[in-house]
């Protein structure tokens, strides 16, 4: 009896034995995993697209898309996200384990999923929609780009654990609520992401004004794409809202104004008051003619050759003044050129000559963002940022401009709007 009951135990340890390495073996040929889509939900931001201005759909993450759906969400929140997964093996089991592993410990707890079959030899499984471990940080602006979840998949109850298939997308986490979208603020795929590119880590107004702004000062401001936006280059583009800059990727003075107001409105700041149209003041010289051209520097003044007006003595005339391929100004008589002067956004030479501008104003600091400098005052922007002024008139199909560079002879106003 002992004999047989040993032989029995011998055959039931192999058995199993082998039983063993058929489940690990099998395991090992479930190389085939991938996930197919993902999506974010709990509470996540809509985001417009650049191209067009229509909002992004789902599923965020599609297996071979070029371009994969940002994700943007408000700090203190929890990300949420459910994924398709597919596999092809000879035996399936009913079931599998799954589990995300993010950056910064944003860890997507282990859940078993039924297995389903779609073909003969080819499953896929559904991991619901499941809670982060952890929450973003509250009050603090966050940019991930990209949010990478490495997917691990189990065949034996978690004790062990192979990587599957990654999802990558960019998130954005805004230190508050945006604020509500209304004329041509419009929550923009590229305004999160200059903003919470720019403002990474930071929580103050102060704090995330003055880094959003540190975007504008080297004059290179890039889409979310990493593209230029450019500012009057070439000098004739006419697009002067902040979707035709986002969609074009060059346009006037009003849409720079706008991309900051909007990439710190998109934190949740509020500031009232502060967009700002200026222009000169309409004074009147020479027979009446009204002042309201300035050029922006650098311009050289050559000899005067205009008559009849010794305020105004440097004379331009022109029929046409930006001719294809809308690089330079196309003077007939030129006592003022254009030289290069103070660059703009991806512009070394910009248009700069203007009857008006918009700037942004906030907490008493006036902000260019189309040359990323900043002024104290009002009036300090025509010494600092000019070189003259001027008028112009027309006669005989011809415009005539006169200009003076003595930059005491008028001065600038401003009507002040919120955006």
Not at 51 to 69: L, R
Not at 124 to 142: K, L, Q, V
Not at 287 to 292: E, L, T
Request: a negative charge.
């Amino acid at each position: 009896m002992k004999l047989t009951d040993n032989i029995k135990k011998i055959g039931l340890s192999l058995i199993a034995t082998i039983a063993v390495s058929y489940v690990y073996a099998q395991d090992f040929s479930y190389s085939s995993v991938s996930a197919e889509q993902a999506t974010f939900t709990g509470g996540n931001l809509p985001i417009r697209r650049d191209e067009g201005g229509t909002f992004y759909g789902t599923p965020h993450w599609i297996s071979g898309a070029e371009n994969q759906v940002p994700v943007a969400y408000v700090s203190g929140s929890t990300a949420r996200v459910n994924a398709h997964f597919k596999f092809t093996c000879e035996n399936a089991p009913d079931s599998i384990m799954v589990r995300g592993i993010g950056p910064d410990g944003f860890d997507f707890e282990p859940r078993t999923v039924a297995v389903e079959e779609e073909a003969p030899g080819e499953y896929s499984f559904y991991y619901p929609s499941t809670y982060a471990s952890t929450e973003f940080t509250a009050g603090e602006s966050d940019f991930y780009k990209p949010f990478t979840i490495g997917w691990d998949v189990s065949f034996n109850d978690g004790e062990d654990w192979r990587n599957a298939d990654s999802t990558r997308n960019s998130m954005y986490v805004t230190r508050d609520n945006p604020q509500s979208e209304a004329g041509h603020f419009k929550w923009y795929h590229s305004v999160y992401d200059i903003s919470c590119r720019n403002a990474d880590g930071w929580s103050t107004d102060e704090e995330i004004i003055a880094a959003v702004w540190d975007e504008y000062t080297d004059q290179v401001v890039l889409n979310y794409k990493d593209d230029s936006l450019h500012y009057y280059s070439p000098k004739n583009t006419y697009f002067t809202n902040l979707g035709g800059l986002l969609e074009n990727r060059n346009a006037q003075c009003y849409t720079f104004a706008q991309l900051f107001l909007a990439t710190i409105k998109i934190q949740g700041v509020v500031r009232t008051n502060n967009y700002v149209y200026i222009t000169p003041v309409y004074s009147t010289t020479c027979g009446g003619y009204s002042v309201n051209r300035f050029l922006v520097k650098d311009w050289d003044f050559g000899t005067p050759t205009g008559s009849g007006c010794e305020a105004y003595p440097y004379e331009n005339s022109y029929t046409s003044l930006l001719p294809y391929p809308y690089t330079d100004y196309n003077f007939i008589t030129a006592d003022v050129t254009d030289q290069t002067g103070i660059p703009g956004q991806c512009s070394d030479n910009p248009s700069s000559y203007f009857n008006n501008h918009q700037i942004a104003l906030i907490d008493g600091v006036y902000y260019d963002a189309c040359y990323g400098v900043t002024f104290e005052s009002l009036e300090d922007i025509p010494y600092e940022a000019f070189d003259g002024w001027g008028f112009r008139y027309t006669s005989g199909g011809v415009t005539y401009a006169r200009f003076t560079n003595d930059m005491d002879a008028t001065e600038l106003s401003q009507s002040i709007t919120t955006f």
